[in-house]
């Protein structure tokens, strides 16, 4: 088996190559067109470009390549032309499209005032490691997106794709088991199982059929790591996949994507064709004895689906509700057969562990938690995007140097960590390093990789309330203290940001039954989903205390404790654009010819204050309403 897997890779890499090589002998101009690239009109760029390129008669080629991370930049292309280091170029519109064609593509001028950095070192221009987000992001399981086409099978493969594979199919299950369980390999779906001895309980269990399942059911609101990862370079994933059904012995895989990610599911299903074509997936694959097959399964985007016996639950068609354990999943699973079940970027590690061996996996990150950590890292932050850091990282410098800190001089106030179960860690946590057991320790936890930055302005009841509410919403109602418990505690929230309540003692009922659900909870849903609170209650006590106390949201953001005011002192009568942008007519002019809103009106949208000039800053925001009174006295 192994020197006949061997040859049939070489010979396929080989192809690859010359394939990949005859590509750069001309310019290529690689677009980032993964969903967030398309949202911001990378669409029409493409277009543009390729108009472009057929009006000059030029032989050119765009690809449309996935996420490079740099959300912010969006829309962004890569141009390599011989003779010049590939250049990145960000906030692309069409006028600028046509400026580079005509002057790097047609006249040899770079356009360098455009460029964002360069791909590769060279002497002429900085790249992504010259800057802090370079410096710190160590890019392993995301080293190739944005960088090749993830509809073309033999970019991946020219990039060593496959290759670990290949290997694997040399050694018994048992070796490979022991490198996993050697390099301490942590579960990326947020509870950091070690994947090692997940896969071991499988293989060991007498069982002719056995299932592998990758969970791409990614919910969490502002997370977007496994999506991107799966529009960029889905052969990663595969891989990882096919060498643990080898390892454990499985005869089927499945990809779990909720049907919410359309672009995933396609990009899937073609790299899943492309790959039994090549022979790396059906009845021999690579020429060996190996037979495995992966079928795309479309979850219905129930939140709850994400945890595993609820998952396996769907597939099935029944309730996508969790069960008591054990038996686990290893052992007794998708139709009662063993599956080894893992998230996205747990799979994508294993290609690179095997290839590059245990010690080298672990010489990154922590002792506890080897690797990296992949964050969506999003909210008040100047430059959002998919990042990846070694473990141990800490949470000042993935908010301040890697996503360049927060943007308008606002000032920092919290990270939502860990998705809607995860917690809030204010300023004084910025140093607890990344990793599981760090912030476990500090009342937060991985989690799938959501990070949300928050800044003076937000509410940490509101956001409480909030990621309460989403949880309660997805809960599946199976267990008393889930369905009824998250429900008291978002009526005592509710209450809270409209200023109804007017005893401090709610907040130590709104801590026991936290405590309480916590605890009596069936599956991690339940046993998590009152982390915001309990976090905020920790850290941010002054903030429930002036809700209620006082009847003041400090950071002026609950409605029902807010009101919009205009000073008549600053407001000129020439200026007219608080009256245009009020949806509701609410704002009128007074008979000085100054404006004023109609309190009774007012939906409270914001839209005044964000349209006010600055010169001028006549709109305030008072809390509590109460307060209207006195400015209206002056």
């Known amino acids: 088996m192994g020197a006949a897997s061997t040859d049939f890779y070489e010979n396929l890499k080989l192809k690859a190559i010359e394939k990949i090589d005859a590509l750069k002998q001309k310019p290529l101009v690689l677009i980032g067109m993964a969903t967030c690239g398309k949202a911001a009109g990378a669409v029409n760029i493409s277009e543009a470009f390729k108009k472009e390129i057929k009006n000059k008669g030029l032989d050119a080629q765009v690809i449309e390549a996935g996420c490079m991370g740099h959300c912010y930049a969006e829309p962004l292309a890569i141009i390599a032309k011989p003779g010049f280091p590939p250049l990145c170029y960000g906030h692309l519109d069409e006028d600028l499209v046509k400026r580079l064609v005509e002057d790097f593509l047609v006249n040899d001028d770079p356009c360098y005032e455009f460029a964002m950095v360069a791909i590769e070192p060279n002497e002429v221009f900085p790249t992504f490691t010259d800057f802090?987000?370079?410096a710190y992001e160590q890019k392993i399981i995301l080293e190739h997106c944005g960088f090749i086409d993830p509809e073309d099978i033999d970019h991946y493969i020219a990039k060593e794709g496959y290759a670990a594979l290949a290997k694997v199919l040399t050694m018994p299950p048992e070796e490979v088991l022991a490198e996993i369980k050697a390099a301490n390999l942590r579960g990326r779906g947020g509870a950091g199982f070690p994947a090692g001895s997940k896969w071991e309980t499988s293989w060991r269990q007498k069982e002719s059929i056995k299932f592998v399942i990758c969970n791409a059911d990614e919910g969490?609101?502002?997370?977007?790591?496994?999506r991107s990862i799966l529009e960029s370079n889905p052969h990663q994933v595969i891989e990882g996949l096919i060498i643990c059904a080898y390892a454990v012995g499985a005869v089927k895989g499945y990809f779990y994507i909720r049907a919410e990610y359309p672009q995933a599911i396609?990009?899937?299903?073609?790299?899943?064709?492309?790959?039994?074509?090549?022979?790396l997936l059906g009845n021999s694959i690579l020429g060996s004895s190996f037979a495995f097959d992966i079928e795309v399964f479309q979850g219905s985007g129930a939140f709850v689906c994400g945890e595993a016996s609820a998952l396996v639950n769907s597939m099935e068609g029944k309730m996508g509700i969790p069960e008591p354990r054990p038996p686990r999943l290893a052992v007794?699973?998708?139709?009662?057969?063993?599956?080894v079940l893992n998230n996205v970027k747990t799979f994508c590690y294993v290609p690179l562990?095997?290839?590059n061996g245990a010690d080298w996996f672990k010489s990154i990150g922590t002792p506890g938690s080897p690797g990296t950590a992949v964050f969506t890292l999003v909210g008040k932050v100047?430059?959002?995007?998919?990042?990846?850091?070694p473990m141990g990282t800490t949470l000042r410098q993935l908010v301040y140097d890697v996503?360049?800190?927060?943007?308008?001089?606002?000032?920092?106030?919290a990270v939502q960590i860990g998705g809607p179960s995860g917690g809030c860690l204010p300023e004084s946590s910025l140093d607890v390093p990344i990793d599981f057991d760090s912030l476990k320790e500090a009342g937060a936890m991985m989690g799938s990789g959501g990070l949300v930055v928050l800044d003076e302005d937000d509410c940490m009841v509101g956001i409480a309330r909030y990621f309460l509410e989403f949880t309660q919403k997805e809960s599946c109602g199976k267990c008393t203290f889930c369905r009824l418990g998250t429900k008291h505690m978002l009526d005592m929230l509710n209450n809270i940001t409209a200023g109804k309540e007017k005893d401090l003692g709610v907040l130590d009922k709104l801590q026991e039954l936290a405590e309480d659900i916590s605890l009596g909870s069936l599956c991690n849903l339940g046993k998590t989903a009152p982390n915001p609170v309990l976090t905020t209650l920790r850290y941010f006590r002054d903030e429930y205390e002036a809700h209620i106390t006082e009847g003041r949201c400090p950071a002026l953001m609950c409605k029902d404790l807010i009101v919009y005011f205009i000073a008549p002192e600053k407001c000129s009568k020439l200026c007219n654009v608080c009256v245009g942008s009020c949806p509701v007519e609410a704002i009128y002019t007074r008979d000085d010819g100054l404006k004023a809103i109609n309190q009774e009106k007012c939906v409270k949208c914001n839209n005044c204050l964000?349209?006010?000039?600055?010169?001028?800053?006549?709109?305030?925001?008072?809390?509590?309403?109460e307060k209207l009174k006195e400015r209206e006295s002056e």
């Open 332 to 339: 007794s699973g998708f139709r009662g057969k063993p599956t």
């Open 403 to 413: 996503g360049e800190g927060i943007p308008d001089e606002k000032q920092f106030k």
């Open 220 to 226: 969490d609101p502002g997370a977007f790591m496994d």
């Open 266 to 279: 396609r990009t899937v299903k073609i790299a899943l064709q492309q790959a039994r074509e090549k022979g």
């Open 353 to 355: 562990i095997m290839r």
């Open 610 to 625: 964000k349209a006010c000039p600055p010169q001028y800053n006549a709109v305030i925001k008072l809390s509590p309403p």
């Open 132 to 134: 802090p987000r370079g």
């Open 382 to 389: 100047a430059n959002p995007g998919v990042v990846e850091v």
